[in-house]
Nanobody
Framework: QVQLLESGGGLVQAGGSLRLSCAAA????????MGWYRQTPGKQRELVAT??????????NYADTVKGRFTISRDNVANTLYLQMYNLEPQDTGVYYC?????????WGHGAQVTVSS
């Protein structure tokens, strides 16, 4: 059974930093295309950043709102996905989810709350 478990969320002041982790169990994370998504009340879940699988070139993509502030990365030995977030803004507040996709497979974590105070 595949499980994705996010950690590292919390409360931070505007301008601060946080690093989210997504630990994978039951599968090798390297073969999946992975991503971070976030959801705020009343809004649809939105893409934050994605990183392709190694087989697909490990290409990285960011939402325009986080470019230059967030960095997505993966540690295939630790089987963990990361999202380093710098210069956080109140608009970054939300529940952050990690996602892994491979063909018909589509797995989501349960989410980590990030709250940025002004």
């Amino acid at each position: 059974q595949v499980q994705l478990l996010e950690s590292g969320g919390g409360l931070v002041q505007a301008g601060g930093s946080l690093r989210l982790s997504c630990a994978a169990a039951g599968t090798r994370l390297s073969v999946f295309s992975m991503g971070w998504y976030r959801q705020t009340p009343g809004k649809q879940r939105e893409l934050v950043a994605t990183i392709d699988s190694i087989n697909n070139g490990a290409n990285i993509n960011y939402a325009d709102t986080v470019k230059g502030r967030f960095t997505i990365s993966r540690d295939n030995v630790a089987n963990t996905l990361y999202l380093q977030m710098y210069n956080l803004e109140p608009q970054d507040t939300g529940v952050y989810y990690c996602r892994g996709t491979l063909g018909e497979y589509d797995f989501w974590g349960h989410g980590a709350q990030v709250t940025v105070s002004s």
